[in-house]
């Protein structure tokens, strides 16, 4: 087995605002719900990628605690990004006909800088994006729809000339049906289909990144929402997910892509305590099961399943005085599974996350 060592050491500070303002109009037998908004956001990224060689290691004779070959001196960097978005966006009622039309126009700065020599790269963009969607609410509950949006996400990744990527686009179709009895009940099914160009991505960690060319992916979600009692709520989702190489340089064109499980499925159950001096907390358990994720881009293994079990516990302080007030202490991979995500190719793949923790204090006004 080759090994080596591969490390980064970064500092990240970012800054992001956004603002909307909503107005509600009446025109004649049309309502309006107007969104109006802007956003802007800054990041400044420091990064330090260091490397070393060291010896093979025999799998089936290892030999431990040999000393590294070389070291290389760190790679330093510094990533800058600014982007400014305005939005608007139209919701329109018509008897039961509801109508989403929206657009979004931004602006985006990107400056690399190669600390140690100096080198650049610079990218200034703008790009516009919209949505539009109808749906039918009929009076049983039922609402199917139909939905139209474009994207735009910009990417401070370079390729092998040192140039930036261009940003990544995609366009997604959507359809469904969505069927809500009563407000403890909520279902819905959905088929999607969403194409993306200037996908970044790499073979080998040590590989410079390139744009893949353009991968389609295709499926299914359903979803399922209910309250059994007035404290006790599960939620159940289940996706199927055909994501492809539809124009790819490398000749893996119609393989499946790597990262994505074709199947995933998660349980969730959330109980809310309603009396007693524990009245205002509440746990919920969730699981996730992750199916058929391609190892290589030639399709010749896939990562063996895994199940992750996620916990959170809240509690709600208006219930002690302090009217607003909440924190949530959420646990991701609770059993702290050993797994693979996913994998570049065969000869490099990665953990998943270890066990998480997050704490949070929310106030609301």
């Keep these: 087995m080759a090994r080596y060592s591969s490390g980064s050491e970064e500092s990240l500070q970012a800054l992001t605002v956004d603002n909307q303002l909503e107005a509600r109009l009446t025109n004649g037998f049309m309502e309006h719900t107007l969104l109006l908004g802007a956003d802007y956001q800054q990041r400044e990224n420091d990064v330090a990628w260091?490397?070393?060689e060291f010896p093979s290691l025999d799998a089936f004779n290892p030999v431990y605690g040999s000393e590294p070959l070389a070291f290389y001196a760190p790679i330093r960097e510094n990533h800058e990004l600014e982007q400014t978005g305005v939005y608007l966006q139209d919701q329109i009622a018509v008897n039961n006909w509801r109508v989403t039309l929206g657009g979004r126009f931004d602006w985006v700065n990107i400056d690399n800088t190669n600390r140690d020599s100096g080198a650049t790269s610079a990218l200034s963009d703008t790009q516009f994006s919209g949505r539009a969607g109808v749906v039918y609410l009929f009076d049983n509950g039922i609402a199917p729809y139909v939905s139209y949006s474009t994207a735009f996400t910009p990417t401070s990744f370079v390729d092998a000339n040192g140039d930036l990527l261009a940003p990544m686009e995609g366009a997604q179709w959507?359809?469904?049906v969505k069927y809500q009895p009563n407000e403890q009940q909520q279902y819905s099914a959905a088929l999607f289909h969403i194409s993306q160009e200037n996908v970044a991505t790499k073979e080998q960690p040590t590989d410079p990144y390139r744009a893949v060319g353009e991968i389609e992916s295709q499926g299914i979600e359903l979803e399922a929402q209910t309250q059994l009692?007035?404290?006790l709520s599960l939620q159940a989702g289940y996706s199927f997910t055909d994501i492809t190489y539809a124009k790819s340089d490398d000749g893996n064109q119609g393989n499946n892509a790597i990262y994505s499980p074709r199947h995933q499925v998660q349980l969730w159950g959330h109980y809310a305590v309603q009396e007693g001096w524990l009245s205002g907390a509440d746990i919920g358990v969730g699981v996730r099961h992750y199916a058929d994720i391609a190892s290589d881009r030639a399709n010749t293994a896939t990562v063996p399943d895994y199940t992750l079990v996620d916990a959170t516990l809240g509690y709600d302080w208006?219930?002690?005085?302090f009217?607003?007030?909440e924190t949530r202490l959420n646990?991701?991979?609770a059993l702290d599974k050993e797994y693979v995500a996913s994998?570049?190719?065969l000869e490099y793949c990665y953990f998943g996350a270890e066990r998480g923790?997050?704490?949070?204090?929310h106030y609301r006004f």
């Design 50 to 52: 260091s490397s070393g």
């Design 174 to 176: 959507e359809t469904g």
């Design 229 to 231: 009692t007035e404290a």
């Design 318 to 321: 208006s219930q002690a005085g």
């Design 323 to 325: 009217n607003g007030v």
């Design 331 to 333: 646990v991701h991979n």
């Design 343 to 345: 994998c570049n190719s």
């Design 357 to 361: 923790v997050t704490a949070s204090v």
